[in-house]
């Protein structure tokens, strides 16, 4: 085994992933307490939920599974005293390629998810809550279960917890090795027994028709952890770190061409993608030059190191300044990469050198999403696979001219028309690696006018 | 009453119209002249907006400063325009909202999912039993291309599955729309169909040793939009282009569902339910619709005959009718019975109410017939007209109450004489001895048994697909049957029959139409008074005085 | 089907974690069974329809559709190893040839839905699965329950040594 000893950087900001890599730590309920753990469950209970749902309004906390959805806006659209019950799913699905974040916070700090998540569940009312674990965590499901069994025990889960009147109760599922059930809709279907066929919206938005149509939050494992944090430290003070608008810290996962690959925790927009792979990660492979970042997992779009983009931004005094940058000069937070034609995602960066071939590297995101497809609406299930098929083809010497360009339309046939955001996933790795690399296409296709296939 | 519902405006291709609220978006369209294309959408099932091919450009007002509508020069909302095409199949229309449903992203939209659609599909047109009311093929030539440019291969899934006993699956064809899947587990309550394996390989099956044999089976085969699921009957039979389709009504119980009989040169080669949502809402049940093919039976009763020598010979109408009239004036008030169907037409009891009337017959009643009713669309009783044999007084409120007594007087010998109309004795539960003990049995039918070999004089008539008429169903609608075939051979009109039986009885005549027979129906009868067989049309009237009721009872289908 | 009783009371206990649907519990009652027989029969599928009330079709929909839900018994020890971007990038494919190759487990493919290879003598399953979240530290395979990352082609030997 490579080593992979993980002392944390100088530089990064370790607040969810304090515990991670931490010399003498446990994860059980014992070593957690000790280090004050359950003293923000305490403080919680102490206060109103309507109190927790506007700290965390005002902490700006932003979705950390992927779409990056204002947490307090999409609790406040959980209205109190409704008729039917709440119910809260954490979506420890991690599958976004790329990602490996939620993976440590499960097996060496599950007691921080847990804490964090029942905070969720008396800020929301829910009563019954879920962790949705994806199947290739057998152990985690084993450990996720045992720390609810240890605060079961601790009288902080359960019935009338820490004597507030408050009951909640939390289960683990397990997932079987669908990515589609990360998307939020699919996941309630998954969980409902069915196929994890991902509704529409309108009219099946979770926090009106949701588990069971009824209303439902679903938050990544990271987001609820943050709920801990801001807790203890108050929303304000939270939106102090990162930038307006991306607040907090988040998890970043470097994967790729990069010396020291690794996760990360740094304020949103601290850090740079050069101050990144060249400071933190070591740099790149001996003799190699950089060549593109995909920034937020796979479904983000690439970024080419021959990219140029205006991103604006808030100077101290107040006034917006038009800078035009190259991809190592990006602070990586939402709304930059957002204004950069990308998304700030999973915060799984994969890098890529010079020496990748940019239809293969596409070719293997193809064949991904084609897997996952869930097949329920037309324009994803017959579009992935027949993108898969074109790069496919295009590998093994089969390509023809007019490659290239079938595989932006079918991407763009694909894009916007879909039931759920996989259509979206789909189809803009497809659209900007062959915006951004055409050549390595069109030189996948030189000289062939018709394919190998029927016509 | 309930109160007026609620009008909103929507814009539909810049022209603003007003519509009652809870309107789909896309039946709005449909309502001022604007189909949009569609696959998975079904007016009478659940919407899962899966084959996204009624996407369209939507909008819906523009909030002004003070969060309500921007309002033009034309005092209408300014509309501010989704830049994602939204699906118009599973939204209801919204006060204000805009709709376009041909720019050229929602034209962009259509041909990109007809793409899709086309590039795993089999080239089977040439062997598949939907052609020609194909929305796969309709829409593709709308919104394909002559040629495609899907160079790789298929993906290839089980084909000519025997799925039931009378539906065939052709997996490859499936477009997964669904809609088949939320038929059986909505409408027909049996769960049994599902999607297996994942992505682009996704298929439809019913799971091992589980078959879609429910009765209502064949409506899957209506409502799919391409050929995956065809009917086992009607395959490789005729072309769809050639058939004639004609309303009429099914005959195999009292619901009395509407149908499209689907003929060709005289053959019956299928039948299919016509929408009526007073009745039979969309569907048929399978019992009902594949109950035709006797029709076509080489052993149709054809010419009239005569008994001579203890044998039937072929004879013509003049004289069959003549010696059944001479004969039958042989008897005396009580020596004859007559033994009706209530399978017959209005027309036709009204004309046997006559001939019992002249004959001065007290022993009469129907053959009755009883099933299982299924809470769904059949009835228990399983003759379409036993409310029109009540109504005209050939039986009474308990039909078939009279049949122990009248088999026993032919037993005994005081019924010496039988009219029996389109029914078999051997069903009431005389033998065939007690029908030779009969001096005379005067039968019309159309196919032969029992009563038909042992008849005196045997008139051929038409079956229900032959003739033109009306019935009333278990809930008292009037429905009409119209003449899809003519009958075989020199076989004729039932109601013709009784009405030269009758002239022959008592010289009196005067109807030459059948709209004259509804006539004196109407003029007789108080509920059916005003009415005539055009008035009824093809939708049918309710008699019945709770009409709200029975919109409600079937509305649940 | 038998089902023996501790098994029966584990899934009992499944079941009470969905007080509102019975039917959310048909994937904690696939992975216990997957768990216990080692893949999930025909038998399986009806016994867990009739005991959640359901149809089997909508039980088999689920079998279908998740990968980690076999219909063909799996080898002895089955080793899963990532194909998705980043691991492919740390030569996970290269990964998967070595373990045939000590494995002795011929790299036939026979169609699409036929992706999983098994040695003669059955000791031995392998697969591609995709993205198994631990992308910084590629090659990552699974064997049985166990995860390992960073595996070097070297290791490959000594780590099938453990799984006799």
Not at chain 2, 96 to 105: C, E, K, N
Not at chain 3, 51 to 59: G, T
């Given at each position: 085994?490579?080593?992979?000893?993980?002392?944390?950087?100088?530089?990064?900001?370790?607040?969810?992933?304090?515990?991670?890599?931490?010399?003498?730590?446990?994860?059980?309920?014992?070593?957690?307490?000790?280090?004050?753990?359950?003293?923000?469950?305490?403080?919680?209970?102490?206060?109103?939920?309507?109190?927790?749902?506007?700290?965390?309004?005002?902490?700006?906390?932003?979705?950390?599974?992927g779409a990056g959805f204002p947490c307090g806006v999409k609790w406040g659209f959980i209205k109190p005293g409704g008729a039917k019950p709440v119910y809260l799913i954490c979506n420890a699905d991690e599958s976004e390629p790329g990602t490996f974040k939620d993976r440590y916070i499960?097996?060496?700090?599950?007691?921080?998810?847990?804490?964090?998540?029942?905070?969720?569940?008396?800020?929301?009312?829910?009563?019954?809550?879920?962790?949705?674990?994806?199947?290739?965590?057998?152990?985690?499901?084993?450990?996720?279960?045992?720390?609810?069994?240890?605060?079961?025990?601790?009288?902080?889960?359960?019935?009338?917890?820490?004597?507030?009147?408050?009951?909640?109760?939390?289960?683990?599922?397990?997932?079987?090795?669908?990515?589609?059930?990360?998307?939020?809709?699919?996941?309630?279907?998954?969980?409902?027994?069915?196929?994890?066929?991902?509704?529409?919206?309108?009219?099946?938005?979770?926090?009106?028709?949701?588990?069971?149509?009824?209303?439902?939050?679903?938050?990544?494992?990271?987001?609820?952890?943050?709920?801990?944090?801001?807790?203890?430290?108050?929303?304000?003070?939270?939106?102090?770190?990162?930038?307006?608008?991306?607040?907090?810290?988040?998890?970043?996962?470097?994967?790729?061409?990069?010396?020291?690959?690794?996760?990360?925790?740094?304020?949103?927009?601290?850090?740079?993608?050069?101050?990144?792979?060249?400071?933190?990660?070591?740099?790149?492979?001996?003799?190699?030059?950089?060549?593109?970042?995909?920034?937020?997992?796979?479904?983000?779009?690439?970024?080419?190191?021959?990219?140029?983009?205006?991103?604006?931004?808030?100077?101290?005094?107040?006034?917006?300044?038009?800078?035009?940058?190259?991809?190592?000069?990006?602070?990586?937070?939402?709304?930059?990469?957002?204004?950069?034609?990308?998304?700030?995602?999973?915060?799984?960066?994969?890098?890529?050198?010079?020496?990748?071939?940019?239809?293969?590297?596409?070719?293997?995101?193809?064949?991904?999403?084609?897997?996952?497809?869930?097949?329920?609406?037309?324009?994803?299930?017959?579009?992935?696979?027949?993108?898969?098929?074109?790069?496919?083809?295009?590998?093994?010497?089969?390509?023809?001219?007019?490659?290239?360009?079938?595989?932006?339309?079918?991407?763009?046939?694909?894009?916007?028309?879909?039931?759920?955001?996989?259509?979206?996933?789909?189809?803009?790795?497809?659209?900007?690696?062959?915006?951004?690399?055409?050549?390595?296409?069109?030189?996948?296709?030189?000289?062939?006018?018709?394919?190998?296939?029927?016509? | 009453?309930?109160?007026?519902?609620?009008?909103?405006?929507?814009?539909?291709?810049?022209?603003?119209?007003?519509?009652?609220?809870?309107?789909?978006?896309?039946?709005?369209?449909?309502?001022?002249?604007?189909?949009?294309?569609?696959?998975?959408?079904?007016?009478?099932?659940?919407?899962?907006?899966?084959?996204?091919?009624?996407?369209?450009?939507?909008?819906?007002?523009?909030?002004?400063?003070?969060?309500?509508?921007?309002?033009?020069?034309?005092?209408?909302?300014?509309?501010?325009?989704?830049?994602?095409?939204?699906?118009?199949?599973?939204?209801?229309?919204?006060?204000?909202?805009?709709?376009?449903?041909?720019?050229?992203?929602?034209?962009?939209?259509?041909?990109?999912?007809?793409?899709?659609?086309?590039?795993?599909?089999?080239?089977?047109?040439?062997?598949?039993?939907?052609?020609?009311?194909?929305?796969?093929?309709?829409?593709?030539?709308?919104?394909?291309?002559?040629?495609?440019?899907?160079?790789?291969?298929?993906?290839?899934?089980?084909?000519?599955?025997?799925?039931?006993?009378?539906?065939?699956?052709?997996?490859?064809?499936?477009?997964?729309?669904?809609?088949?899947?939320?038929?059986?587990?909505?409408?027909?309550?049996?769960?049994?169909?599902?999607?297996?394996?994942?992505?682009?390989?996704?298929?439809?099956?019913?799971?091992?040793?589980?078959?879609?044999?429910?009765?209502?089976?064949?409506?899957?085969?209506?409502?799919?939009?391409?050929?995956?699921?065809?009917?086992?009957?009607?395959?490789?039979?005729m072309r769809v282009w050639f058939l004639k389709e004609t309303n009429s009504i099914c005959t195999s119980c009292a619901t009395g569902c509407n149908t499209l009989i689907g003929t060709r040169q005289n053959v019956v080669y299928r039948q299919t339910p016509r929408e009526n949502n007073?009745?039979?809402?969309?569907?048929?049940?399978?019992?009902?619709?594949?109950?035709?093919?006797?029709?076509?039976?080489?052993?149709?009763?054809?010419?009239?005959?005569?008994?001579?020598?203890?044998?039937?010979?072929?004879?013509?109408?003049?004289?069959?009718?003549?010696?059944?009239?001479?004969?039958?004036?042989?008897?005396?008030?009580?020596?004859?019975?007559?033994?009706?169907?209530?399978?017959?037409?209005?027309?036709?009891?009204?004309?046997?109410?006559?001939?019992?009337?002249?004959?001065?017959?007290?022993?009469?009643?129907?053959?009755?017939?009883?099933?299982?009713?299924?809470?769904?669309?059949?009835?228990?009783?399983?003759?379409?007209?036993?409310?029109?044999?009540?109504?005209?007084?050939?039986?009474?409120?308990?039909?078939?109450?009279?049949?122990?007594?009248?088999?026993?007087?032919?037993?005994?010998?005081?019924?010496?004489?039988?009219?029996?109309?389109?029914?078999?004795?051997?069903?009431?539960?005389?033998?065939?001895?007690?029908?030779?003990?009969?001096?005379?049995?005067?039968?019309?039918?159309?196919?032969?048994?029992?009563?038909?070999?042992?008849?005196?004089?045997?008139?051929?008539?038409?079956?229900?697909?032959?003739?033109?008429?009306?019935?009333?169903?278990?809930?008292?609608?009037?429905?009409?049957?119209?003449?899809?075939?003519?009958?075989?051979?020199?076989?004729?009109?039932?109601?013709?029959?009784?009405?030269?039986?009758?002239?022959?009885?008592?010289?009196?005549?005067?109807?030459?139409?059948?709209?004259?027979?509804?006539?004196?129906?109407?003029?007789?009868?108080?509920?059916?008074?005003?009415?005539?067989?055009?008035?009824?049309?093809?939708?049918?009237?309710?008699?019945?005085?709770?009409?709200?009721?029975?919109?409600?009872?079937?509305?649940?289908? | 089907?038998?089902?023996?009783?501790?098994?029966?009371?584990?899934?009992?206990?499944?079941?009470?974690?969905?007080?509102?649907?019975?039917?959310?519990?048909?994937?904690?009652?696939?992975?216990?069974?997957?768990?216990?027989?080692?893949?999930?029969?025909?038998?399986?599928?009806?016994?867990?329809?009739?005991?959640?009330?359901?149809?089997?079709?909508?039980?088999?929909?689920?079998?279908?559709?998740?990968?980690?839900?076999?219909?063909?018994?799996?080898?002895?020890?089955?080793?899963?190893?990532?194909?998705?971007?980043?691991?492919?990038?740390?030569?996970?494919?290269?990964?998967?040839?070595?373990?045939?190759?000590?494995?002795?487990?011929?790299?036939?493919?026979?169609?699409?839905?036929?992706?999983?290879?098994?040695?003669?003598?059955?000791?031995?399953?392998?697969?591609f699965v995709e993205c198994l979240a631990s992308c910084g530290f590629g090659p990552v395979c699974m064997i049985d329950d166990d995860f390992f990352e960073a595996v070097a082609q070297e290791e490959v030997p000594q780590l099938l040594e453990k799984y006799q």
């Amino acid at each position: 085994m490579a080593s992979t000893v993980r002392t944390p950087h100088p530089r990064e900001k370790r607040i969810i992933f304090r515990n991670i890599d931490r010399p003498g730590w446990t994860n059980d309920i014992d070593c957690y307490l000790r280090d004050g753990g359950y003293a923000e469950l305490k403080k919680a209970f102490a206060m109103k939920p309507e109190q927790i749902v506007n700290e965390v309004k005002a902490s700006g906390l932003r979705g950390r599974g992927g779409a990056g959805f204002p947490c307090g806006v999409k609790w406040g659209f959980i209205k109190p005293g409704g008729a039917k019950p709440v119910y809260l799913i954490c979506n420890a699905d991690e599958s976004e390629p790329g990602t490996f974040k939620d993976r440590y916070i499960i097996h060496q700090d599950p007691h921080q998810l847990v804490e964090g998540t029942i905070i969720s569940c008396y800020a929301v009312n829910a009563r019954l809550a879920y962790i949705y674990i994806r199947g290739e965590f057998p152990l985690g499901a084993k450990i996720l279960e045992r720390a609810l069994a240890e605060a079961r025990e601790h009288g902080f889960l359960g019935k009338n917890i820490l004597g507030s009147g408050f009951d909640c109760e939390i289960y683990v599922h397990r997932g079987a090795g669908a990515y589609i059930c990360g998307e939020e809709t699919g996941l309630i279907e998954s969980m409902e027994g069915k196929r994890p066929y991902p509704r529409i919206k309108p009219p099946y938005f979770p926090a009106v028709l949701g588990l069971y149509l009824c209303p439902t939050i679903v938050n990544n494992v990271e987001t609820l952890c943050n709920v801990k944090h801001i807790v203890r430290m108050g929303g304000a003070e939270y939106a102090k770190m990162g930038r307006p608008n991306n607040t907090g810290t988040r998890l970043l996962c470097v994967s790729g061409d990069v010396q020291r690959p690794g996760y990360y925790e740094f304020e949103v927009g601290g850090i740079t993608f050069g101050q990144l792979i060249y400071d933190i990660c070591d740099g790149l492979r001996p003799g190699r030059k950089l060549r593109a970042v995909i920034p937020g997992g796979s479904s983000a779009k690439v970024l080419s190191v021959a990219d140029r983009y205006k991103i604006k931004s808030r100077q101290p005094d107040g006034s917006m300044l038009e800078k035009e940058m190259g991809l190592e000069e990006l602070p990586i937070d939402f709304d930059t990469l957002a204004a950069a034609g990308s998304m700030a995602g999973s915060g799984g960066v994969i890098v890529m050198d010079d020496s990748r071939d940019m239809v293969w590297a596409l070719n293997n995101i193809n064949e991904f999403y084609a897997h996952e497809s869930c097949g329920q609406c037309t324009p994803c299930r017959e579009g992935s696979l027949w993108m898969k098929k074109i790069t496919e083809r295009m590998l093994h010497g089969g390509g023809t001219k007019q490659d290239t360009d079938t595989l932006k339309s079918v991407a763009d046939n694909i894009a916007g028309r879909t039931i759920c955001a996989f259509g979206e996933a789909c189809s803009w790795p497809t659209q900007s690696f062959v915006a951004k690399f055409r050549d390595d296409f069109v030189a996948k296709s030189a000289g062939k006018e018709n394919g190998t296939g029927s016509h | 009453m309930s109160a007026p519902t609620e009008l909103l405006n929507v814009q539909i291709d810049g022209v603003w119209h007003q519509f009652p609220k809870g309107t789909r978006v896309i039946e709005a369209c449909r309502r001022v002249g604007k189909f949009i294309p569609h696959y998975c959408y079904h007016p009478k099932l659940s919407s899962p907006g899966n084959c996204r091919m009624c996407l369209i450009e939507m909008g819906m007002p523009k909030p002004g400063p003070d969060r309500k509508p921007e309002l033009g020069p034309d005092g209408r909302p300014v509309i501010s325009w989704i830049p994602r095409p939204q699906i118009s199949c599973a939204q209801d229309i919204a006060e204000g909202m805009a709709i376009r449903t041909d720019s050229p992203l929602a034209k962009e939209c259509r041909n990109g999912v007809m793409e899709f659609l086309l590039i795993n599909h089999p080239l089977d047109c040439p062997i598949c039993d939907q052609a020609g009311e194909c929305h796969l093929q309709e829409y593709s030539v709308e919104f394909g291309t002559a040629s495609s440019r899907f160079l790789e291969e298929k993906v290839k899934k089980p084909k000519h599955v025997e799925l039931g006993p009378r539906v065939t699956l052709d997996d490859e064809r499936c477009i997964l729309c669904s809609r088949c899947i939320r038929f059986m587990k909505e409408i027909a309550h049996d769960d049994v169909l599902g999607f297996v394996s994942r992505g682009s390989y996704t298929y439809l099956t019913a799971y091992p040793n589980k078959r879609l044999d429910s009765n209502y089976s064949l409506n899957t085969v209506d409502i799919c939009p391409v050929g995956a699921l065809t009917s086992t009957d009607f395959r490789f039979k005729m072309r769809v282009w050639f058939l004639k389709e004609t309303n009429s009504i099914c005959t195999s119980c009292a619901t009395g569902c509407n149908t499209l009989i689907g003929t060709r040169q005289n053959v019956v080669y299928r039948q299919t339910p016509r929408e009526n949502n007073d009745v039979n809402s969309s569907w048929m049940c399978d019992y009902g619709r594949l109950n035709f093919h006797y029709l076509n039976s080489p052993e149709r009763l054809q010419k009239p005959q005569i008994q001579e020598k203890e044998a039937l010979v072929n004879s013509n109408w003049k004289s069959a009718l003549a010696r059944a009239g001479d004969e039958l004036r042989k008897f005396v008030n009580g020596q004859i019975a007559l033994i009706a169907s209530a399978r017959m037409t209005n027309e036709e009891l009204w004309l046997t109410k006559r001939l019992i009337a002249s004959l001065g017959i007290v022993d009469h009643d129907v053959v009755p017939r009883r099933g299982e009713a299924d809470q769904i669309l059949l009835s228990a009783d399983r003759n379409p007209n036993t409310l029109g044999a009540q109504l005209f007084g050939i039986t009474n409120e308990n039909p078939g109450a009279k049949l122990p007594e009248i088999t026993e007087k032919v037993r005994s010998g005081s019924i010496r004489a039988i009219v029996v109309l389109g029914e078999d004795l051997t069903d009431i539960g005389l033998t065939t001895d007690d029908l030779k003990k009969l001096s005379l049995i005067v039968a019309t039918g159309i196919l032969p048994s029992e009563t038909t070999r042992h008849a005196t004089v045997l008139l051929p008539g038409s079956a229900f697909a032959e003739k033109r008429g009306s019935m009333i169903n278990s809930k008292g609608r009037l429905q009409r049957l119209n003449r899809a075939v003519q009958a075989p051979g020199e076989a004729r009109d039932d109601w013709e029959i009784l009405r030269d039986l009758i002239q022959q009885l008592t010289g009196t005549n005067g109807i030459y139409l059948i709209e004259d027979v509804f006539r004196q129906i109407a003029d007789a009868i108080p509920e059916m008074k005003g009415l005539s067989l055009s008035k009824i049309s093809d939708k049918g009237v309710s008699l019945a005085e709770e009409a709200e009721e029975t919109t409600k009872a079937t509305a649940s289908i | 089907m038998e089902i023996p009783a501790e098994l029966e009371s584990q899934i009992d206990e499944v079941i009470g974690h969905y007080p509102v649907s019975k039917r959310s519990a048909t994937l904690p009652l696939l992975h216990l069974f997957q768990e216990y027989f080692g893949l999930i029969e025909d038998q399986a599928i009806e016994w867990i329809a009739r005991k959640l009330e359901l149809e089997p079709i909508n039980v088999l929909e689920l079998v279908t559709f998740y990968p980690m839900f076999r219909r063909e018994p799996l080898g002895k020890h089955h080793i899963r190893v990532c194909r998705t971007l980043s691991c492919a990038m740390a030569g996970g494919y290269q990964l998967l040839d070595t373990f045939c190759k000590h494995a002795n487990i011929v790299r036939e493919h026979s169609g699409h839905d036929d992706h999983l290879l098994k040695s003669a003598d059955g000791k031995y399953s392998i697969e591609f699965v995709e993205c198994l979240a631990s992308c910084g530290f590629g090659p990552v395979c699974m064997i049985d329950d166990d995860f390992f990352e960073a595996v070097a082609q070297e290791e490959v030997p000594q780590l099938l040594e453990k799984y006799q």
